[in-house]
C-alpha cells in the first residue's frame, strides 16, 4: 500500500528516528525517504538498523543508522551529532522508541515499571533535549508517539499509561517553549495496529485480536502506512501552522469504552 500523497513532500530533509528498525517507526521513516528526505535509523539492534536501512537503499532511498539505546542521552546526543556530520542539518526528529509488555500493578517488579518510563517518556525526553541544539529554526518539526493510553486507564498497562501520558505533556510543553524558535512539536496516538510488536504482544491470539476489533467502531485494525501518512502530514509543510496537537488515529476506539459499543447493538 502505498502513499495517498503525489508529491515529494520533504525533499532535502533530513530525519532522526528512534524505533526506526521495526515496526511504526521504521514505516514512518520509509515514508519519509519516499516523500525525498534522507532518514538515521536510530535503535538498539543493529541487525534490525541494518535490515531496515537496506529496504530503503533498494527502493532507491538513503538511510544511514545509530545502534544506540534512547535511555542513554549521551549516546543519543552522539548519533544526533553524526546525523549533522554525514547527511546535514537535521529538520525532523521522530521519537518512536517503545517498550511494553502485559503486567499487573501487583505483579509487576520497580524494575520492570521504571524500564518502559525509561524507553518511552525518559527516551522522548533525552531524544528531544539532545536534538533541541540541530532543531533551533524555523520548520523543524518533532513528531512523538503516544498510545490511548495517555488517556484512558487500561488494565495491566500502568507503566505505559504513565509513560504516554507524560509523552503527550511532554511535546505540548515542547511545544510553547520552542514554538518562538520555529519548532512545532506534535503527537500520533495509533489505535491497535497490525503487525506490530506491540499488538503481538498485547493480543496474542486471534480470539484476543476479535474481541478487541469489535470495540473499533471501523470494525478494523490500523495499518502502519495510515500512520506513516498522518506522520508525513505532520512534518510537512502542509502542517506548518500545527504544533502542541495530539492526532489521534484509532479508528475510533477511543471514543468508546469496552462493552458499550456491543451494548448499543
Known amino acids: 500500500m502505498g502513499s495517498i500523497f503525489k508529491e515529494s513532500l520533504l525533499a532535502g530533509k ?9 515496526g511504526i517507526g521504521q514505516r514512518m521513516a520509509e515514508r519519509f525517504v519516499e516523500h525525498g528526505a534522507q532518514v538515521m535509523l536510530a535503535g538498539r539492534r543493529q541487525e534490525k538498523l541494518d535490515a531496515a536501512a537496506a529496504a530503503i537503499r533498494q527502493n532507491g532511498g538513503f538511510a544511514a543508522t545509530a545502534a544506540l539505546d534512547v535511555r542513554d542521552y549521551e549516546k543519543v546526543a552522539e548519533a544526533l551529532r553524526k546525523t549533522k556530520d554525514e547527511l546535514g542539518p537535521i529538520d525532523i526528529v521522530l521519537c518512536a522508541a517503545a517498550g511494553n509488555f502485559p503486567a499487573p500493578v501487583t505483579g509487576m517488579s520497580a524494575n520492570g515499571f521504571k524500564a518502559v518510563i525509561d524507553i518511552d517518556l525518559n ?3 533525552n531524544t528531544c533535549r539532545a536534538a533541541y541544539e540541530h532543531l533551533r529554526k524555523p520548520g523543524a518539526s518533532i513528531v512523538c508517539i503516544s498510545a490511548n493510553h495517555a488517556t484512558q486507564p487500561i488494565a495491566y498497562q500502568s507503566h505505559v499509561c504513565a ?3 507524560g509523552i503527550e505533556l511532554l511535546t505540548r510543553t515542547i511545544a510553547i517553549e ?7 512539536a506534535n503527537c500520533i496516538t495509533p489505535g491497535p495496529t497490525d503487525d506490530t510488536e506491540g499488538m503481538k504482544r498485547l493480543a496474542p491470539t486471534e480470539e484476543i485480536r476479535n474481541r478487541i476489533v469489535k470495540h473499533v467502531p ?9 500512520l506513516a501518512d498522518l506522520a508525513l502530514f505532520l512534518c510537512s509543510d502542509a502542517a506548518a501552522y500545527i504544533t502542541g496537537a495530539v492526532y489521534v488515529c484509532d479508528g475510533g476506539q477511543g471514543l468508546v469504552r469496552s462493552g458499550i459499543l456491543e451494548a448499543a447493538q
Request: proline share 3%; charged share 25%.
Open 14 to 22: 533530513v530525519a532522526f528516528v528512534t524505533g526506526g528498525g521495526s
Open 218 to 226: 471501523l470494525r478494523r485494525y490500523g495499518t502502519k502506512d495510515e
Open 123 to 125: 527516551g522522548t525526553f
Open 163 to 165: 509513560a504516554k501520558a
Open 178 to 184: 520552542w514554538g518562538p524558535e520555529g519548532v512545532r
